[in-house]
């Protein structure tokens, strides 16, 4: 079994990173980049729609 993950990219400090959607908050709660403390709701750190989609149906 593979699993699966979400690509997100912070908009501030442009920090690439992945994680497990059962890691993450669900896609409109705040989210706090691990870097640089960036807060937004979660879903403007996804780095692409199929990455959005993956976290709303797996989140």
Same mark, same amino acid.
């Given at each position: 079994m593979t699993e699966t993950y979400v690509r997100l990219l912070c908009p501030? +400090? =442009?920090k690439e990173w992945?994680?497990?959607p =059962?890691? $993450?908050p669900?896609? =409109?709660r705040t989210?706090? +980049?691990p870097? +640089?403390?960036a807060s937004?709701? $979660?879903a403007e750190f996804t780095r692409t729609e199929h990455d959005l989609e993956t976290l709303k149906t797996l989140g």
């Open positions: 501030e +400090c =442009k992945e994680s497990s =059962k890691d $993450l669900p896609h =409109k989210f706090h +980049c870097n +640089c403390r937004r709701r $979660l």
